[in-house]
């Protein structure tokens, strides 16, 4: 270990107190995110995405390959070629690929091969997630664990998105290959999902959907008993 390649660690140690109230303050925020179908056109400060995509790159990541690419557009023509193309796979998806039990799996959130919401919200991010970085020299090197760190770079960004005050949707048209072509990215890397930011349209409605509590999602093998 060369002792000049580390830095002292920045951090900031809370009172219990204190960590109890932050994470429930985060919380409380985060409760609050729900995916988005109805968007208004208003467009989204710029520098408050490149801030969220700040968040995202900060993530933790395999070896620290960071295996992500972002392509952010608000380009009006841009947009109306993702929405015909994710509508045609979708057409594809709704009528004939998708299974019964996922239909029925769907059926509550009232999605369907309509995507308007791809035109009228101001920005759509194109998430890509790559299984090789280019070398200095030009070649090739292997990233680990790349769905695990997209996947979280992405949580990030999300979260992010919400804390600023925008509304997002996890758009996931199957297959997104297109995605590629449109957003001028490689083949080698994979489209990860497309997500829609901007602000809910003005009365716009979710679905009446509930979350799993604590006692189903989590267990505790704790030093105190009960872990409290
Ligand atoms: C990986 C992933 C893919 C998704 N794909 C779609 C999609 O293609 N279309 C859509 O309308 N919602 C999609 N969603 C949103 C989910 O339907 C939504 O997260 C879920 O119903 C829970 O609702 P909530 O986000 O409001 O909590 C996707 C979510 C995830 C995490």
């Known amino acids: 270990m060369i002792e000049e390649d580390f830095i002292a660690l920045e951090f900031e140690r809370r009172t219990t107190e204190q960590s109890v109230r932050e994470a429930d303050a985060f919380y409380q925020t985060m409760r609050k995110r729900r995916s988005v179908r109805d968007f208004s056109s208003d467009p989204v400060p710029m520098q408050a995405i490149h801030n969220a995509l700040l968040t995202a790159g900060s993530a933790p ?8 690419h972002f392509t952010v557009v608000t380009d009006p023509s841009m947009k109306r070629e993702i929405r015909l193309a994710a509508e045609a796979e979708e057409r594809e998806f709704y009528q004939r ?39 200095e020299e030009g070649n090739k090197s292997k990233n680990y664990y790349t ?18 005050g925008f509304a997002t949707l996890t758009h996931t048209p199957s297959p997104m290959k297109f995605l590629n072509q449109i957003m001028k990215r490689p083949n080698d890397e994979r489209a990860f999902l497309l997500l829609v930011v901007g602000y809910p349209a003005e009365g716009a409605k979710v679905p009446n959907i509930r979350k799993l509590p604590l006692d189903v999602t989590s267990s505790f093998f704790c030093a105190d008993s009960p872990c409290d």
Do not use: Y
């Open 61 to 68: 990541s395999g070896a620290n390959k960071q295996p992500w």
């Open 97 to 135: 690929r998708a299974p019964d039990a996922w239909l029925a799996d769907l059926a509550p959130l009232g999605t369907d091969d309509q995507k308007p919401f791809l035109e009228e919200a101001p920005c759509l991010i194109g998430i890509f997630l790559k299984k090789f970085n280019a070398t």
């Open 147 to 164: 769905s695990e760190s997209v996947g979280i770079a992405t949580g990030m960004l999300i979260s992010a998105l919400h804390i600023a």
